[in-house]
């Protein structure tokens, strides 16, 4: 078993900036894609990045240039670097480990909002 624990969220103002944790534990991520997604009340959770064991990553379109996610297998965590925040942003960030099987987190808030 994995279990993952989100870390980072809040209310911030448009343009600021945020990075997002996922720390792991129970099994280390170096085998697996790491990925985060974000989810808002009455919507289907959705994509936002992903980072392989070797270090490729993909994002969605609506953050390509805004957002970085990395990973640090030494400390067994995923980061979320997020600039450039947009209303639009405002969701629960999920963090997602996936080889043979799939682990989330709880979660984390983020709020972008004047």
């Known amino acids: 078993q994995m279990q993952l624990v989100e870390s980072g969220g809040g209310l911030v103002q448009p343009g600021d900036s945020l990075r997002l944790s996922c720390a792991a534990s129970?099994?280390?991520?170096?085998?697996?894609?790491m990925a985060w997604f974000r989810q808002v009340p009455g919507k289907e959770r959705e994509f936002v990045a992903s980072?392989?064991?070797?270090?490729?990553?993909n994002y969605a379109d609506s953050v390509t240039g805004r957002f970085t996610i990395s990973r640090d297998n030494a400390k067994n965590t995923v980061y979320l670097q997020m600039n450039g925040l947009k209303p639009e942003d405002t969701a629960v960030y999920y963090c997602?480990?996936?080889?043979?099987?799939?682990?989330w987190g709880q979660g984390t808030q983020v709020t972008v909002s004047s």
């Open positions: 997602k480990a996936q080889r043979t099987f799939t682990y």
């Open positions: 980072i392989t064991s070797f270090g490729s990553t």
């Open positions: 129970g099994r280390t991520i170096g085998g697996y894609v």
